[in-house]
């Protein structure tokens, strides 16, 4: 049995998302389970170095998966460098660039349609914040253009 305490931990360590796909409570609605990165059915602890904040289809999906050598483990998602081995594409899909990438992406299933659509959705809207960004640069300079443009008529007014 987890100690509360030790829920309370993890859950800010993962600041409230999914390790594994990074999907928040609010998204799912509710809070997140806590996955046994190493099992307990194989040696695996509940201390919070072994617990990954996870939501229910990624821990569902990993399931009693520990694989102890380097061509068999899993990547941890605060131990490894995911970004390392996992390139987001155009499409919303994860594309492996290591074989633990590819393991990774297989044994929790990252390519399943809500999560490809949710990243899509994410990268619109990061396109959609980049280009109000520089609407509102462009406006600004506009702005500041027509101001000295009336400074200038005021003075000869004068």
């Known amino acids: 049995m987890i100690r509360a305490q030790t829920k309370r931990v ?3 360590i993962y600041v409230m998302r999914c390790g594994y796909c990074a ?14 990165f190493q099992p307990q059915s194989k040696g695996g602890s509940d201390g919070k170095d ?21 061509e068999t483990r899993l990547l941890h998602p605060l131990r490894d460098n995911i970004q390392a081995h996992i390139r987001t594409e155009a499409d919303g899909t994860l594309q492996a ?11 929790l299933k990252l390519n399943r349609p809500p999560l490809v659509l949710r ?11 980049a280009h109000y960004q520089t609407i509102n640069a462009r406006l ?19």
């Open 10 to 12: 993890v859950r800010s």
């Open 97 to 107: 660039t290591t074989a633990a990438g590819e393991r990774y992406i297989r044994v």
């Open 140 to 158: 600004d300079a506009i702005m500041e253009r027509m101001q000295r443009v009336e400074d200038k008529l005021r003075s000869r007014r004068r």
């Open 119 to 129: 990243r899509k959705t994410e990268q619109r809207m990061e396109q959609a914040s």
């Open 23 to 36: 999907v928040s409570e609010a998204e799912v609605g509710a809070e997140l389970t806590y996955d046994h």
């Open 50 to 70: 072994n617990l990954v904040y996870a939501c229910h289809a990624c821990n569902e999906f990993k399931g009693e998966y520990y694989g102890d050598t380097d």
